[in-house]
Structure formats: C-alpha cells, structure tokens
C-alpha cells in the first residue's frame, strides 16, 4: 500500500466553499478562488498544485503557527516547560483590539504555558502570543524579531512578521509556500500537532476568575460547534486566521490510515498512480466517491 499525505495552505477566499481536484501524478486547473493555494504531498515535499505561492498576501492569524513554533522550540531546548506558570502583564494585553479572538485573559492573571498554547492554537487568542512572546524574549519587540529570524533560517523569501498575532498592520505579511515551510516545521512537535487538532479544551480557574473556561477550536474541518457541514474525519488541523485585509486563510492537513505522531507531513491517503482527489467544502473525494 502507498501512503500518501498531504497539507494545504489557502490565503483570501471563501475557503470551504472551494474546489481542490489533485491527481497522484498531475492536475488540471481547478476552480480555486483563494489568492493563492498550495497543496504539497508532504513524504516528499511535491507540489501536487500552486497557485500564486510566493505573492505577499496578509495571513491573518495563520501567523501564531510562527508564534507556536517559537514557544515549542524553546520547551526543547530546555528554556520553557510546559507546565511553568507565567503571568499576563499590562504590556503584553496593550493595543490588542476589544472585538479581537481573546482567551478574556487579564492582567496578573496566571495560566501555565501548555495552558496559553491551547489558548492561542485551538480559539486562536492574541493575548497569548504576547504573553509567551515575552516571557522568552523580554518583550512583544523582540519575539517579533525572533519571528522574522527564524524566517529566514527556515528559507522564507516572502515574509516579514510585524506583530505576533496576525492582526493587520502595515509590513506584516507572508506566502502560501513560506507559510508551508513554517508550518512544516511546526508539525515535527507532537504537542503541536495534538493541540491544533483538539475540538475542544476546559481551563479550569485561575486567581483572577471563578469561572471555567472552555475553549471550542476556530477550524470547521474538526469541530461543528462554530460552523456546520464541513467536518472531515481525516482532518488534522491546522490553523485558521480572519480579518478584513487577509479575507478567510487556511493552513490545513488530512490523513488517511493510522498517522505516525511523529510524521513532519500533513495527510495520508491511499491511492495509486492516476487516481483523483478532491477537496470539496471539507471533504475528501477519490472520483466523486467520499473517501
């Protein structure tokens, strides 16, 4: 049996509602209306289809898989531990918008890292890219630098980080092929890629509230509890990211077959030379039969 897998990354366009049609071997053009889309085969790193991938497009908060790749590198190397408590300061929660995605985490308030992580991976809260941002470099200032470091070190040609989060702001951008790089690195700690595909997760009271938290993931090809009709059994992930600038972006993966956690690729799926996939509003198909 050949196993094949698979990631995605979409930027700017109604993403579900898009037609992917991928061949083993080649594709025809299909009807995608993301400004730019990449599909790689990811056991070998083939490029099954491009669309614009190097174009400098707003991402949104496709960004935090940067923000989380950072954190889960400096756990490695001994410089974190998950389970080590940090505590929002003032100027980590400065600037960020009301109506922004938001963990409603506070001044002096307590979470662990594992904690935050969650927070910033399954609903996507900005707060917490500030928090860890500063706890491992001193300040919001210096994450960002190290962002932009590792970008390049990762072979990024098409991206400069202005902030931790996403949010627009003028010289924040990056590619759909650079955010594959990224993102593919990312996919190589377990942690990561247990948390990007969690539905849900409880954080129970902190010292500064009484109240439970239950977080419910942003990506509608895992979880129905923010929008309907796109669940896929083989998604894996990964992250989502929305504003007015970057339109709806995507970085996703699919799996067939029992994943090894420790794979680096997003998806597996069976299938010979010749036969066809298709990625319909979240769902995969082999020549018009759901997989």
């Keep these: 049996m050949k196993i094949r897998r698979f990631i995605s990354v979409f930027l700017s366009a109604a993403l579900l509602c898009g037609i992917l049609t991928v061949p083993a071997a080649a594709l025809e053009d299909p009807d995608i209306r993301a400004k730019a889309a990449l599909l790689v085969e990811a056991e070998t790193d083939t490029?099954?289809?491009d669309k614009n991938?190097?174009?400098?497009?707003?991402?949104?908060?496709?960004?935090?898989?940067m923000s989380a790749l950072l954190v889960f590198e400096a756990i490695e190397r001994g410089e974190l531990r998950l389970d080590q408590s940090v505590t929002?300061?003032?100027s980590a929660l400065r600037g960020l918008p009301e109506d922004g995605s938001t963990a409603d985490i506070v001044e002096g308030e307590t979470l662990t890292v594992e904690q935050l992580l969650y927070c910033m991976l399954v609903i996507s809260a900005n707060e917490t890219c500030n928090i860890l941002g500063e706890t491992l470099c001193g300040s919001v200032e210096g994450f960002v630098e190290r962002m932009n470091q590792r970008a390049q070190e990762l072979g990024c040609k098409n991206t400069r980080f202005a902030n931790t989060t996403g949010l627009t702001q003028s010289g924040h951008y990056s590619s759909a092929y650079d955010l594959y790089l990224i993102t593919r690195e990312a996919m190589k700690f377990d942690d990561f890629m247990t948390m990007v595909?969690?539905?849900?997760?409880?954080i129970p009271p902190t010292n500064k509230t009484?109240?439970?938290?239950?977080?419910?993931s942003t990506n509608a090809l895992i979880s129905n509890w923010r929008l309907a009709g796109y669940?896929?059994?083989?998604?894996?992930g990964i992250k989502t990211g929305s504003t007015d600038a970057?339109?709806?972006?995507?970085?996703?993966?699919a799996v067939r077959g029992q994943p090894h956690p420790c794979e680096r690729g997003a998806g597996r799926g069976e299938g010979g030379e010749?036969?066809?996939?298709?990625l319909h509003c979240g769902e995969l198909h082999r020549d018009g039969a759901a997989l």
């Excluded at 595909?197 to 409880?202: F, G, I, L, Q």
């Excluded at 009484?210 to 419910?216: N, Q, S, T």
């Excluded at 010749?274 to 298709?278: E, K």
Aim: hydrophobic share 35%.
């Design 246 to 253: 970057a339109g709806q972006c995507l970085v996703s993966s």
């Design 47 to 49: 490029v099954l289809y």
């Design 88 to 90: 929002a300061t003032a």
């Design 53 to 65: 991938i190097h174009d400098e497009l707003s991402i949104a908060s496709t960004t935090k898989i």
């Design 197 to 202: 595909n969690t539905k849900s997760y409880e």
């Design 274 to 278: 010749g036969q066809w996939l298709r």
């Design 231 to 236: 669940l896929y059994s083989g998604a894996q």
């Design 210 to 216: 009484e109240d439970e938290r239950v977080l419910h």
